[in-house]
Nanobody, 120 residues
């Protein structure tokens, strides 16, 4: 099982970006998919996650500006980020709790990270 994230880059303050992350491999089920971020010198923190029943949970810093969504048929999660601020600069990591076809339990998987820089 692998997670691959796309969509980071350099954007001006007030701009928008959309991140995507696709899970691949022998997947039986995915219970939660979402995004975390880690700014330089800081711990990794939750941005937004979505359950398999499309219940979303957001960090306070992401509410009203970011939208998480899932395409369960494609095992893909998206993060639409609007009104970006310099403090949103971080490496964004895709995360998913997945049960593979050969496993009897769920495991936590991380993608490789995609860098988002908000700067003028």
């Amino acid at each position: 099982v692998q997670l691959q994230a796309f969509g980071g880059g350099l954007v001006q303050p007030g701009g928008s970006l959309r991140l995507s992350c696709a899970a691949s491999g022998s997947i039986f089920s995915i219970s939660v998919m979402g995004w975390y971020r880690q700014a330089p010198g800081k711990q990794r923190q939750l941005v937004a996650i979505m359950t398999s029943t499309n219940r979303a949970v957001y960090a306070d810093s992401a509410k009203s500006r970011f939208t998480v969504s899932r395409d369960n048929a494609e095992n893909t999660v998206y993060l639409r980020m609007n009104s970006l601020k310099p403090e949103d600069t971080a490496v964004y990591y895709c995360n998913a709790i997945i049960r593979s076809s050969s496993a009897s339990a769920d495991y936590n998987y991380w993608g490789q990270g995609t860098e988002v820089t908000v700067s003028s």
